[in-house]
C-alpha cells in the first residue's frame, strides 16, 4: 500500500466527464450541476474541470467548474492572468454565447452525423471504428476522474461509452482515482462494448447505479465486485426535489422524443397526440410542452405539433432555457406524460406522477428501472400497445386521480435517494482524502 501524502484541499483537481459535451441536453445540465454544487461544498478550493465542446456555454451555465476543452484539453492557468481570464469569461463571455446560440440554434441534423464521423473508421477492425479521441492531457494532472450520470454505457451510444471508458483505463493506469455516479448501464450486449467494459470497469473504484432493474446484474457479469457498487438514484433527484412547489399543479405536461434511437411512428404519434389534447380538455387542464433536451431540436420538432388543436396550451421554454425553468414548468403539471427519462425524474422527485412512453428497450430499462426506484408513482406505456389508445387515457385519468395521495410519498422516496446519492459521493470523496493522490506544493 503506497504511503498517504498530505492532503491539500487547494491541490485537488476533479475531472468530470459528463457524458454530453455539446451541453444541449437539460437533464445531464441538471445532473452536473448537482454533483458540481456538492463537489464544491466539500472541496472549496479545489479545481473542478468539465470535459466540454461549448467551454463559454458551460461558464454561462456552470460558474463553479472550469472548462476542459480543444484542442489541448489541458487545464487553464492558475496564476493570476488565469483568474482575471476566467472571471470575465464567467460574467462576460458566457452569458452572451448562451444568448448567442439561443438566437441562431436551430436543428443540428449534421451534429450527430460528424460526432460518428469523428471516430475512425477501420473496417477490418470494428472495435476501432467506435474508438473515441485521444485521452485528454489534462487527466495527466487529476486527482480524480468522475464519470457523471447518464445512460451512455450502452450500445446505443457507443462513441461516448469507449470515451468514457478510455478516459477510466488510462487513469487508473497512472493510480487517479476513478468512480462513476449516477449512472444506467446498458442495454449492453455488442460483443466489442462488452469486451471493453469488462476490461476496464472492474478497475474502477467506484460505480454508483440510478436503478436496481439492471445495473447491478450487469456489473456483476462484467466482473466488477459488489463492494465497489452502490444504487443511489439519479443525482438530478436532488435538482427537482428543490425545485417542488407546495401546490399541485393543474397542468397536464407532454415531451415526445423522436429519435434514430427513439424511433416512433406516425400513427402511434397521431395516437398520443390526440390522446393527451382530448384528456386536457376533459380534466380542464393546460397542456405544457416541455423540453429537455435541445440536440438536434429533437424535442422540440416532435412535441410541439402534438399541440395543434389543443383547447389551450403554455409556451414552450426558450432554447436559451435552463434546467431550473424547466423543472419549475414541471412543477406547474399535475401529471406528465414524457419518452424523455429526465422530465419524469424531475416530476417524480417533486411528488408529481407521471405517464412514461416507450417505443425501444433503451427507454424501457430507462423507465422501468426509474419506476422501480419511485413506485406507484410512475406508469410506463408502450407506444407499440395495440390498445395504445385506451391505454393512455387510463394511465393520464388514473394518476391525476391519485396525484394528491401520491405527493408525499413520491417526495419522502426522492429523500432517501438524495441520501443515498450524497452517501456514495461521501464514498467518491474518501478515494481522494484517504489516498495517496492528494498534492501538495514543494
Known amino acids: 500500500m503506497p504511503e498517504r501524502v498530505a492532503f491539500a484541499e487547494r491541490d485537488i483537481r476533479v475531472l468530470v466527464e459528463n457524458g454530453e459535451y455539446w451541453l444541449r441536453n437539460r437533464g445531464d445540465i441538471a445532473m452536473m450541476v448537482t454533483t458540481v454544487e456538492r463537489l464544491r461544498a466539500r472541496w472549496p478550493q479545489a479545481r473542478i474541470g468539465v470535459l466540454t465542446h461549448q467551454p463559454a456555454v458551460l461558464r454561462a451555465l ?47 441534423d ?28 489534462a487527466v495527466r494532472e487529476a486527482s480524480l476522474v468522475l464519470a457523471l450520470g447518464g445512460g451512455y454505457l450502452t450500445d446505443v451510444d457507443k462513441y461516448q461509452a469507449h470515451r468514457t471508458l478510455d478516459l477510466l483505463e488510462h487513469a487508473h493506469s497512472q493510480g487517479i482515482p476513478t468512480a462513476l455516479v449516477g449512472q444506467g448501464i446498458g442495454p449492453l450486449r455488442d460483443p466489442h462494448l462488452l469486451d471493453r467494459a469488462a476490461e476496464v470497469l472492474p478497475g474502477v473504484d467506484f460505480v454508483a447505479l440510478r436503478e436496481n432493474r439492471r445495473g447491478p446484474e450487469l456489473l456483476a457479469r462484467l466482473g466488477v465486485a459488489p463492494e465497489q457498487t452502490m444504487v443511489t438514484g439519479d443525482d438530478a433527484v436532488e435538482f427537482g426535489y428543490r425545485l417542488r412547489d407546495a401546490r399541485i399543479g393543474a397542468d397536464l405536461g407532454l415531451c415526445l422524443r423522436v429519435a434514430e434511437y427513439a424511433p416512433v411512428g406516425a400513427a402511434a ?20 410542452p416541455l423540453i429537455i433536451s435541445e440536440y438536434a431540436s429533437e424535442d422540440r420538432r416532435s412535441t410541439l405539433p402534438l399541440l395543434a ?18 423543472a419549475r414548468q414541471v412543477a406547474r403539471c399535475r401529471v406528465l406524460v414524457t419518452s424523455a427519462y429526465h422530465l419524469a425524474v424531475f416530476a417524480l422527485s417533486q411528488g408529481i406522477p407521471a405517464v412514461g412512453i416507450t417505443a425501444s428497450e433503451y427507454y424501457d430499462d430507462k423507465f422501468h428501472g426509474l419506476a422501480g426506484m419511485f413506485g406507484a408513482g410512475l406508469r410506463v406505456v408502450h407506444l407499440d400497445d395495440p390498445d395504445l389508445d385506451s391505454a393512455l387515457r387510463e394511465a393520464v385519468d388514473e394518476l391525476w386521480a391519485a396525484a394528491p395521495g401520491l405527493r408525499d410519498p413520491l417526495q419522502q422516496t426522492a429523500v432517501e435517494q438524495i441520501d443515498a446519492s450524497r452517501a456514495g459521493l461521501e464514498r467518491v470523496f474518501r478515494l481522494v482524502e484517504n489516498g495517496p493522490v492528494a498534492r501538495v506544493d514543494g
Open 269 to 288: 404519434r397521431e395516437t398520443l397526440g390526440r390522446v393527451v389534447r382530448d384528456r386536457a380538455t376533459a380534466l380542464d387542464a393546460g397542456l405544457m
Open 62 to 108: 456552470l460558474p463553479e467548474a472550469e472548462p476542459i476543452s480543444g484542442p489541448d484539453w489541458s487545464w487553464g492557468s492558475d496564476g493570476w492572468a488565469g483568474r482575471v481570464s476566467r472571471t470575465a469569461a464567467t460574467k462576460l463571455i458566457g452569458p452572451a454565447a448562451l444568448r448567442w446560440r439561443a438566437a441562431t440554434d436551430g436543428p443540428k
Open 309 to 326: 388543436g389543443a383547447a389551450r396550451h403554455r409556451p414552450p421554454v426558450g432554447r436559451g432555457g435552463t434546467p431550473q425553468d424547466v
Open 110 to 137: 449534421r451534429i450527430r452525423a460528424l460526432r460518428a464521423e469523428a471516430a475512425p473508421a477501420v473496417v477490418a477492425e470494428p472495435a476501432a471504428a467506435e474508438r473515441s479521441a485521444e485521452v485528454p492531457a
